[in-house]
């Protein structure tokens, strides 16, 4: 009999909850109305869109009018960086070698046009960003800064201190961005309370719909939209809504919400339990970042030294019907490998693999991977 396909990969995507599915289907269905139309379907569709955007906004404990939805995470991060440099002033970037692609990309691009200067902060040994060299590189301009900096690292899970990081902003009168699309929904948020001009959130993170996406601005900023040709999003992104996903998003955080502390504590103890496990059974396993430390609650980011058979690992994983990353979903299929362990740890000799997991996975499923690792390795 074939095994059932396990999957550890929820940092890539999560599977859509059922609750999320049921308050999405009346809006592919019955009430499919266009938001920007004036008659009674219009008005409907309308009224799901701002009753979702009063959600977020309460779990967040954000302003309604500080919450735009958006396509993801990636769409988020390029209109709150493209509009820092072009509408807020800044001509100086500071991020970091290990961000997402999302962010990456576009602070390289905008340097490459000769838009902002780019300057990257210095990683402590365990992948941490170096807040005093932060500091010193905030000193050292007198340019309007962007920091963009991820609150959690998608590939080995490190987590920034917001607030830390937002106060040297404040003190520098640099604008602040940060991607959170890993811990929306994962970890409680007073945005009222946390320095920080723009956060972004991508609801397939949190067993929510694909294609749908948050961008927090802080009320205290005001950028003009990244996409032309409509009024919608109170005149900030043009286009008609996404409203069966904004309607997912909205209810998938607020499920996310509900859950979040008996999920944070199964899960931590299902990732203990992993780590505890491939440390008794794999010969040379380590472990990357700070997964013990200020650590996402999901991600176990493990080396293993370079042979033939663990150079195949993660394709006989997936012939075992077991789903693990090498990195960033988003990147795989190139074969370069991970720009985050590159940046952290480049050692020729270990071969590493993400395991990240949700509320569905269970010590069962960690134990027949741990004897198939044993087995491939």
């Known amino acids: 009999m074939e095994q059932k396909r396990i999957y550890f990969d929820n940092a890539a995507t999560t599977q859509l909850s059922e609750k999320v599915l049921e308050a999405m289907l009346p809006y592919m269905r019955e009430k499919f109305g266009n ?5 009674s379907y219009g008005r409907e569709s309308r009224l799901a ?20 939805f958006t396509s993801g995470g990636t769409e ?3 209109t709150a960086i493209t509009a820092s440099v072009r509408d807020l002033g800044c001509t100086r970037i500071i991020s970091s070698t290990i961000e997402h692609h999302a962010v990456l990309h576009t602070v390289e691009y905008l340097r490459n046009r000769g838009e902002a200067e780019l300057v990257f902060v210095k990683l402590l040994p365990d992948g941490h960003v170096d807040l005093d060299n932060l500091e010193q590189l905030l000193a050292a301009s007198e340019k309007k800064t962007l920091v963009s900096l991820m609150h959690a690292n998608n590939e080995i899970g490190n987590m920034l201190d917001l607030h830390a990081v937002g106060n040297l902003c404040k003190i520098y009168g640099a604008i602040f961005h940060s991607d959170t699309v890993q811990t929306v929904g994962h970890f409680h948020f007073d945005l009222r309370n946390t320095p920080v001009h723009f956060i972004t959130g991508s609801a397939h993170k949190f067993h929510g719909p694909k294609g749908v996406g948050l961008l927090y601005i802080n009320e205290n900023v005001s950028i003009r939209p990244f996409i032309h040709g409509g009024s919608q999003e109170r005149n900030m992104r043009a286009g008609t809504e996404n409203i069966t996903g904004i309607v997912g998003f909205a209810k998938a955080l607020e499920l996310a919400t509900a859950t979040c502390r008996e999920d944070t504590i199964n899960i931590k103890e299902n990732k203990q339990h992993l780590a505890d496990q491939l440390k008794k059974h ?8 700070d997964p013990f430390g200020k650590s996402l609650y999901t991600v176990l980011n493990v080396s293993v030294p370079k042979t033939e058979k663990s150079e195949m690992l993660l394709f006989n994983l997936d012939i075992n019907n077991i789903c693990a990353s090498g990195g960033s979903a988003c990147t795989s ?4 490998g991970s720009h985050v362990i590159r ?3 480049n050692n020729p000799n270990k071969v590493a693999v993400r395991f990240s997991l949700s509320r569905d996975n269970t010590k069962d ?8 690792m044993q087995e491939l390795i």
């Open 343 to 345: 940046a952290i740890n």
């Open 76 to 78: 988020s991060s390029n």
């Open 365 to 372: 499923e960690i134990d027949i991977l741990v004897k198939k």
């Open 35 to 39: 938001p920007s139309s004036i008659y």
């Open 49 to 68: 869109i701002e009753n979702a955007r009063k959600t977020v906004a309460g779990i967040l404990h954000a302003h309604p009018a500080e919450i735009f």
């Open 282 to 289: 794999i010969r040379g396993v380590a472990f990357n970042g």
């Open 333 to 336: 299929g190139a074969e370069q």
